[in-house]
């Protein structure tokens, strides 16, 4: 009995420290409960604010802003070179989950997460011809953008380091839906404010159309930022930590 007793202290002990390792905005999930999916989604969500700022102590970079810095959007090959330099990205961290299936006997999760509002800022370069229309300049840029869809999909399996699981990500993939929005490229046709105003126009009337072949590259930088935030808290926690029994 007395044994009995002293192996049920130390498991209470070893329990106690194990929990004391999370800090408080690492909200633990059961991996056998019945609302997984549920769980999973209110301890993402709880996690927002602290990705925006970043997480020193675990070495993820902070999403606000989102530094894509430079992108070749469109080589040229459809009539039209696009390329961004200095490209920062607010709102990432605003996303708002609107469904989760998480699965641990498929090792996978499945997110739908809608971004209400991004601003992005940076500087452009354009050559080529848009809807028949030839267009021709650089300099600053402005976008706002509503109501963007991405879909995520998060492969992973189980690694033992020093005899300890971690949770390891095989595969991220992201996907990006367009919704609306408008953009604003200063300086087209070397200032000519009539010309550049007409190219403008003509963009936003055609939003969709113009941001369906810039998403892809877009969509690739954003899938590599939230692949190493996701990798740096997985690394730092192992799955008993993260996920009990």
């Known amino acids: ?7 049920a202290s130390l498991m209470i002990c070893f329990l106690g420290l194990s929990s004391a390792q999370l800090p408080d905005y690492i909200q633990i999930c059961h991996r056998n409960e019945p609302e997984l999916s549920k769980c999973l989604k209110s301890s993402v969500h709880n996690l927002r604010p602290y990705l925006a700022k970043g997480i020193k102590e675990l070495n993820v970079p902070p999403l606000e802003p989102l530094y894509i810095g430079e992108l070749n959007i469109l080589d040229g090959s459809g009539g039209l070179t696009v390329k961004a330099k200095k490209l920062n990205i607010l709102g990432a961290s605003n996303f708002e989950i609107t469904k989760l299936r998480a699965s641990t006997q498929n090792r996978r999760f499945d997110f739908e997460l809608i971004l209400p509002h991004l601003h992005g800022a940076g500087l452009y370069e354009i050559n ?24 995520v999909r998060v492969q992973y399996d189980i690694k033992s380091i020093n005899d300890l699981d971690y949770l390891h990500v095989k595969e991220f993939l992201l996907k990006v839906r367009t919704g609306k929005g408008n953009l604003k490229l200063e300086n087209l046709f070397n200032g000519d404010k009539v010309l ?28 590599a930022q939230f692949l190493v935030i996701t990798t740096k808290i997985l690394e730092n926690f192992t799955y008993n930590e993260l996920f009990p029994v």
């Open 128 to 151: 080529g011809n848009i809807l028949a229309l030839p267009i021709k300049g650089q300099g600053p840029f402005t976008g706002n953008f509503t109501n963007f869809v991405a879909y």
């Open 196 to 223: 550049g105003d007409v190219i403008n126009d003509t963009i936003n009337q055609n939003f969709e159309t113009f941001t369906n072949d810039l998403i892809a590259p877009i969509a690739s930088a954003l899938q």
């Open 1 to 7: 009995m007395q044994s009995t007793l002293v192996v």
